[in-house]
């Protein structure tokens, strides 16, 4: 059984659709990667998925459970995490705060998972007591990306973590991205990098105007010239 | 020395007595607005509820605070607190949450506050009638005159027992609210939410407990200041309505939505109301003879008059929102 596995959802804001019919299911120990041009509901995707979108039509399965439409504190609960891609952070908190309000509904978990975030991203135990909002954009992602992990999900939605990074900071979220993977934890992003982004997925599904356009493993994604042409920019 | 005595009593104690209460009652304030995004101007009525359910009690326990050596309405002042902030928690369940749920703007809810306020003064009216009240039982409240150790003193500094308690309990109230708010999970999570409600519900936080929180601790804590003034003076049903608008200066002074520049503004506001109605020519006094005569020979140095008193709070609101709108701690903008 599929870790998530989304049906021709269709949803959007106000009646107004933005999503026409998307397909998408990934298993338990891979990465998804949602690539595409502007607009194509990539990040609408992810928040249907999240519960911040209505799905009108469609279903959404959780292993198997369905969760379209749960509010975001049930899906937390059920093991999903979610990174948006902007105000990501608690900006006046401390970064060891921000991390322990990913845990708010674990709060048994604090401090094993407190070592374990840290492990992942060694730079944040330094910066602990440090307020989130005075720290880079890269080093704000990993407390955004660690915030979500102190819950433990079993799927983590990633909202383009490295939008506005420099390329440095790009490849280290990356090489955290397939760390955390390698913990046995799902991921599920939107990424604007689609050559990287794709070359470390087991699953990439390319979006156009709300519905699936290319649906296959990442390496043949790349290797596919039509995708390439059109959607990776030759 | 008898001047510096002098001082004391009419700007130290009494700047401290008003700043206290600003910085409590603006603390609520600040705490709501920032769960909440709106001006909370109800807050001054659901402080003289507080005192009122004071007076409700200390009328059916008289002699509560007998076995503790303390004036009853002190004993009965946790009670009070509780029942505000089920007031709160209530008022905000009929009225505020139901306009929230419609998405409506932060306008619309300061309106409606300003329903409630008229409402909770009306019907604190209606039972407690609009004259002044006591709340201490018998009427008489213990007045502690310290002598300085100086040659030549003959004023003793002088401090009222409800002034004490005033100064105990504003310092017990503002470490506890700190130690939540560092401390404890939901404190963080109210710091949270303040910071990013919509990153607080996508980590799991239940905002509708966190309003409710707010809710109870702001209305506990307008208890607090409702009884503890009125303790300083008389219970009136008009009493915190006319606080409103130093507590809300106090609240932008320090930066709305910072609970402890609520703290340094209330005190701020409340010294420069006290030392703007301080009459400066006794000060001036011993040092007469260096003075030109027009500075000496006037009786009152005072800024403004004390039926004035109110202009203050009113100019500094004003100069904040011109030249500082964040306030001191740089808060946000109301």
């Known amino acids: 059984m599929p870790l998530l596995d989304a049906r021709d959802v269709h949803g959007g804001y106000g009646g107004m659709n933005i999503l026409n019919g998307v397909n998408m299911a990934i298993e338990a120990d891979e990465i998804g990667v949602i690539v595409g041009p502007n607009g194509a509901g990539k990040s609408t995707m992810l928040k249907a998925i999240f519960g911040l979108l209505h799905v009108n039509q469609g279903e959404i399965l959780l292993r198997g459970e369905p969760i379209h439409n749960l509010p975001p504190n049930r899906l937390v609960q059920k093991g999903m995490g979610f990174v948006p891609q902007e105000k ?18 674990k709060p048994d978990n604090v401090k094993r998972m407190l070592k374990q975030v840290y492990d992942f991203f060694p730079p944040l135990h330094d910066k602990r007591h440090q307020p989130a909002g005075e720290l880079s954009g890269g080093q704000r992602q990993m407390v955004a990306m660690g915030r979500a992990l102190m819950a433990e999900p079993s799927l983590l939605l990633l909202d383009e973590p ?24 799902g991921i599920l992003m939107v990424e604007q990098n689609a050559k990287q982004a794709l070359a470390i997925a087991d699953r990439g599904f390319v979006l156009a105007a709300g519905q699936n356009r290319f649906t296959d493993t990442g390496a043949a994604l790349l290797a596919d010239p039509e995708v390439a042409k059109s959607f990776l920019g030759g | 020395m008898n001047e510096l005595v002098f001082f004391i009593n009419n700007v130290v104690i009494a700047g401290s007595v008003t ?76 009225f505020y949450k139901p306009l929230r749920a419609h998405g409506v703007k932060p306008i619309v809810l300061v309106i409606g506050s300003l329903g409630v306020t008229l409402m909770l003064q009306g019907l604190i009216r209606l039972f407690a009638g609009t004259s002044g009240q006591s709340l201490y039982v018998d009427d008489r409240k213990e007045i502690f005159r310290l002598a300085l150790p100086f040659e030549g003193v003959r004023a003793p500094v002088v401090v009222t027992e409800p002034q004490l308690y005033l100064f105990v309990i504003t310092l017990v109230a503002v470490i ?3 130690l939540f708010l560092s401390r404890s999970r939901l404190g963080k999570a109210m710091r949270a939410m303040s910071d990013n409600p919509d990153l607080a519900q996508a980590s799991g936080i239940n905002t509708n407990t966190i309003v409710a929180v707010t809710w109870v601790i702001a209305g506990g804590l307008a208890a607090i200041a409702g009884t503890l003034l009125s303790l300083d003076v008389t219970f009136k049903p008009d009493l915190s309505f006319f606080l409103l ?42 040092f007469r003879d260096s003075l030109p005569e027009w500075l000496t020979q006037s009786g009152n140095l005072a800024f403004v008059g004390t039926e004035y008193k109110i202009v203050v709070p009113f100019f500094i609101l004003v100069a904040i929102l011109v030249w500082r709108p964040t306030g001191i701690f740089k808060g946000k903008v109301i």
């Open chain 2, 245 to 286: 608008l130093p507590i809300f200066a106090a609240t932008i002074v320090g930066g709305v939505g910072h609970p402890y520049g609520a703290v340094a503004g209330g005190f701020v506001v409340g010294f420069a109301e006290t030392l703007a109605v301080f009459n400066w020519s006794v000060l001036l006094r011993p």
């Open chain 2, 176 to 178: 506890g609210l700190h």
């Open chain 2, 19 to 94: 700043g206290s209460i600003y910085a409590i009652g603006a603390v609520g304030v600040t705490l709501i607005f920032s769960i909440m995004r709106f001006a909370h101007f109800a807050h001054g009525d659901m402080m003289t509820f507080g005192a009122f359910m004071v007076l409700l009690l200390t009328t059916a326990f008289p002699g509560a605070g007998d076995a503790f050596g303390v004036p009853s309405a002190l004993v009965l002042l946790p009670l009070a607190m509780a029942l505000t902030a089920l007031l709160a928690v209530g008022i905000d369940k009929a």
């Open chain 1, 162 to 185: 490295t939008a506005g990074l420099s390329p440095l900071y790009m490849n280290e979220i990356f090489e955290q991205v397939k760390l955390v993977n390698s913990a046995g934890v």
């Open chain 1, 88 to 105: 990501n952070v608690f900006p006046s908190l401390t970064v060891k705060e921000n991390l322990e309000m990913g845990a708010f509904l």
